[in-house]
């Protein structure tokens, strides 16, 4: 019954995560929040460092469905040799510029960023600045048309602007890592269609990247139920995210980003309240 109970807790992580790891509004601000109310408990304490992270491994996977034919380089040539596609061989150029920021900063500090920045009030304050920072961008954006309306059309030196603003994100919990990299793509010129598209693509590597280094650091031992429950998660976690994407980039096509500034804005100022007062 104990572990039915740690399951059902799993599987609300991983909506958690599914739902704000691709919407602009910080899963980590989320995950601290619901780790208030509900705690994984039959697991070690190392493990739940492990599994906030590793979750995210289903998100990805959800990534590679949806945009399989636009992220997958090869292509048949006959029946026998598979050439490599140029134009998505550039965007995968792209996309590790994009990522080096954060993959050196990550590597050496990650530990230090943890233990100075990750907690509630620091994920309190970052929801309410990039939730401004959206607003204000989204406003001067309304009268300007964007130079950017494709991955082909990204430079490099978009690419490592919108890592600099992923960067960010690595450093700061609660700036949220498509939020930032959606904004920073928003502030180079790119619409909002290009931005959120590049900034699933480049959760790719950096997910994975970011799971594959808690693993090595805390180790792959894991018990039964420990393994279970991050089975759970990281199901939940996929079959959300893959509806959440479609929600996401059928709704920019409509909307612009305000809605998820006020969210933000609102969120963060009720977390900083909950920790100040408790």
């Known amino acids: 019954m104990e572990l039915f109970i740690e399951l059902l807790k799993a599987f609300l992580y991983g909506i958690v995560e599914g739902i704000t790891e691709w919407l602009p509004v910080s899963s980590t601000g989320h995950l601290i929040l619901l780790n208030e109310f509900v705690t994984l408990n039959n697991v070690s304490e190392k493990f739940i460092g492990v599994f906030e992270v590793v979750i995210q491994l ?27 596609s140029r134009g998505k061989f550039i965007m995968w150029m792209k996309i590790l510029v994009a990522c080096m920021p954060a993959a050196v900063i990550g590597i050496l500090f990650d530990d230090y960023i943890d233990a100075l920045f990750y907690n509630g009030l620091t994920v309190g304050i970052m ?124 709704f920019i096509k409509r909307h612009d980003f305000k809605v998820f500034g006020w969210y933000r804005i609102i969120l963060g100022a009720a977390m900083l309240v909950y920790f100040l007062v408790f």
Do not use: Y
């Open 58 to 84: 289903g998100a990805i996977l959800a990534v590679a469905v949806v945009f399989w034919k636009k992220i997958w380089p090869f292509s048949k040539n006959g029946e026998i040799c598979k050439v490599i």
């Open 127 to 250: 929801l309410v600045v990039v939730g401004i920072a959206f607003i204000i961008v989204e406003r001067r954006n309304r009268s300007k048309t964007a130079k950017v309306t494709s991955i082909d059309a990204l430079t490099f030196r978009h690419a490592f602007g919108i890592g600099l603003f992923q960067l960010l994100a690595a450093v700061l919990p609660g700036t949220s890592r498509s939020g930032a990299t959606i904004l920073g793509g928003l502030m180079l010129g790119v619409d909002r269609t290009t931005s959120a598209e590049f900034t699933f693509f480049l959760g790719i590597p950096v997910m994975f990247g970011a799971s594959l280094l808690k693993l090595v650091k805390i180790g792959f031992e894991f018990t039964a139920a420990e393994a279970a429950v991050l089975l759970v998660g990281m199901v939940s976690a996929f079959a959300v995210s893959m509806v959440c994407i479609r929600f996401l980039m059928d």
